[in-house]
């Protein structure tokens, strides 16, 4: 995306992306790329690391996380293994990284977690402040 000219979309969409990039370096050089081409706002989607989402409940939903999880990397091969994941963020890690990409002085950051049957996802919307 080098090739394109900066600030030439008013909104972008990042969605279910940064999970398939490997640390957190990778995930770091979309955003500032994502920077470079937007204009007015980012929207970043993603799912968050599932063994962490597990962490926090019990029961059946627990389970259910837990086999999630498995179907994703094991079936549909999605990225990291789960004893070595680099690929997917927590819900904590989702926010600093956004913040520290994002800094309060030039945009106006909103963070919120949408809770699904398919996964815990991680939404940011990020408005470049003007003037």
């Known amino acids: ?10 909104v972008v969409l990042c969605k279910n992306t940064l999970h398939h990039m490997q640390g957190i ?4 050089m979309c955003l500032d790329e994502l920077k470079r081409l937007c204009r007015k706002r980012i929207i ?5 690391y599932p063994m ?11 389970a259910f996380v837990k086999a999630r999880h498995y179907y994703y990397l094991n079936i549909l091969g999605e990225a990291g293994p789960e004893s070595t994941d680099t ?3 927590s819900v904590q890690d989702f926010r600093q990284l956004v913040n520290r990409k994002f800094p309060s002085a030039q945009y106006a ?17 990020i408005d470049v402040r003007t003037g």
């Open 109 to 125: 950051v909103s963070l919120k977690e949408i809770p699904t049957l398919k996964a815990n996802y991680m939404c940011a919307a």
């Open 25 to 28: 370096a990778q995930k770091e």
């Open 44 to 48: 970043l989607m993603d799912v968050e």
């Open 52 to 62: 962490a989402e597990s962490a926090r409940l019990k029961g059946l939903r627990k």
């Open 87 to 89: 690929h997917f963020l």
């Open 1 to 10: 995306m080098k090739n394109m000219k900066s600030g030439i979309y008013d």
